[in-house]
Antibody
Framework: EVQLVESGGGLVQPGGSLRLSCEASGFTFSIYWMSWVRQAPGKGLECVACINPGGSEEYYVDSVKGRFTISRDNAKNALFLQMNSLRAEESAVYYC?????????WGQGTLVTVSS | DIVMTQSPDSLAVSLGERATVNCKSSQNVFYSSGSKSCLAWYQQKPGQPPKLLFYWATSRYSGVPDRFSGSGSGTDFTLTISSLQAEDVAVYYCQQYSTTPPTFGQGTKVEI
């Protein structure tokens, strides 16, 4: 069974940082593109970042370029998102998802709240 | 970025009746290397993550009931639920992956 389990969310002040993690199991993690998709409360979906299987290619939505960094550790079946200089409007549930074209499998998400 | 626009924003359908959700892209999302469209559909129930229903516009993902169907090409796409069941109450999203970043429609809420 495919499982994606996110962690690392929480309350952070504007301008602060958080590091999200996603632990993958039930599939060969090292051969898949992986992505982070966020959803603000009551809003739609936005793909924030994605990374290729080897970790050598990364893509970001324009609004997070220079502030967010996606990375992975294939030996530990783990995906990460380092988020710096966070803004209030980036409060959302952050989902780890398998794929970068269609998103085939999703975790339950971790809530990030940016507020003073 | 390609803008995805869904219609309607919400719809109410009786049990057993047909539900139709439309999705229009601001650019053609045709896949250059084949005769396919880079369009996916998702279902999201309250408090749950989205679930993939269709990819390449018409390919049903594993485990999706056959009362769901996807159609369309180019810039216009449709998700159809042929006979609405109570468990189909959800928000449905379309998403293009023809260009980076992939972008989603605003969602369509399907209610009974």
């Amino acid at each position: 069974e495919v499982q994606l389990v996110e962690s690392g969310g929480g309350l952070v002040q504007p301008g602060g940082s958080l590091r999200l993690s996603c632990e993958a199991s039930g599939f060969t993690f090292s051969i898949y593109w992986m992505s982070w998709v966020r959803q603000a409360p009551g809003k739609g979906l936005e793909c924030v970042a994605c990374i290729n299987p080897g970790g050598s290619e990364e893509y970001y939505v324009d609004s997070v370029k220079g502030r967010f960094t996606i990375s992975r550790d294939n030996a530990k079946n783990a995906l990460f998102l380092q988020m710096n200089s966070l803004r209030a409007e980036e409060s959302a549930v952050y989902y780890c998802a398998r794929g970068h074209w269609q998103f085939e499998e999703w975790g339950q998400g971790t809530l990030v709240t940016v507020s003073s | 970025d390609i803008v995805m626009t869904q219609s309607p924003d919400s719809l109410a359908v009786s049990l057993g009746e047909r539900a139709t959700v439309n999705c229009k892209s601001s650019q053609n999302v045709f896949y250059s290397s084949g005769s396919k469209s880079c369009l996916a559909w998702y279902q999201q129930k309250p408090g749950q993550p989205p679930k993939l229903l269709f990819y390449w516009a018409t390919s049903r993902y594993s485990g999706v009931p056959d009362r769901f169907s996807g159609s369309g090409s180019g810039t216009d796409f449709t998700l159809t639920i042929s006979s609405l069941q109570a468990e189909d109450v959800a928000v449905y999203y379309c998403q293009q992956y023809s260009t980076t970043p992939p972008t989603f429609g605003q969602g369509t809420k399907v209610e009974i």
